[in-house]
């Protein structure tokens, strides 16, 4: 299979990735540390989102591998998918059962979400990015 033809990611999406997964992370690792719960339950939070970061991108990986024609083992793929799903609804269970405020909880999925999110939009344009050559730097007067 011959691999696809994906456009460069531009530097405004680029930022803009990058800038989702800093403010998801950031936002949801700021109500950990302010929330008034137990260490172990911050914990509990700060591992599932670093699960479901790690999951979220090593599925898209998986997906944009077989996509190319890269060998992708059917185990770890489905582990991928598991591994997300997981993360999730690990973290749907801890919600519903907190004694979080109604906005508390939807505080905590959203900016889990938003980094989820994210952390596949900025491994999907490292991966585009690094597809393209670099690219020589031009004068000022336009040779090369």
Not at 9 to 35: C, K, M, R
Not at 82 to 87: E, F, P, Q, R, T
Not at 97 to 116: C, D, Q, R, V
Request: hydrophobic share 50%.
């Amino acid at each position: 299979m011959k691999p696809m033809l994906t456009p460069r990611p531009t530097g405004a999406f680029i930022g803009a990735s990058w800038a989702a997964l800093f403010i998801g992370v950031l936002t949801y690792l700021a109500g950990l540390w302010n929330a008034s719960m137990l260490l172990n339950e911050k914990g509990y939070y700060f591992t599932l989102l670093m699960y479901g970061l790690f999951a979220a991108v090593s599925l898209q990986k998986s997906v944009r591998d077989r996509l190319e024609g890269i060998p992708v083992t059917g185990i770890y793929f489905g582990l991928c998918w598991l591994s997300l799903g997981l993360a999730i609804l690990l973290l749907a269970i801890g919600l519903s059962n907190a004694t979080f405020s109604t906005s508390e909880k939807g505080f905590y999925a959203m900016s889990f979400i938003l980094s989820l999110f994210a952390a596949v939009a900025v491994q999907k344009n490292i991966r585009d990015t690094a597809s393209f050559p670099e690219e020589p730097p031009h004068s000022s007067d336009g040779s090369v």
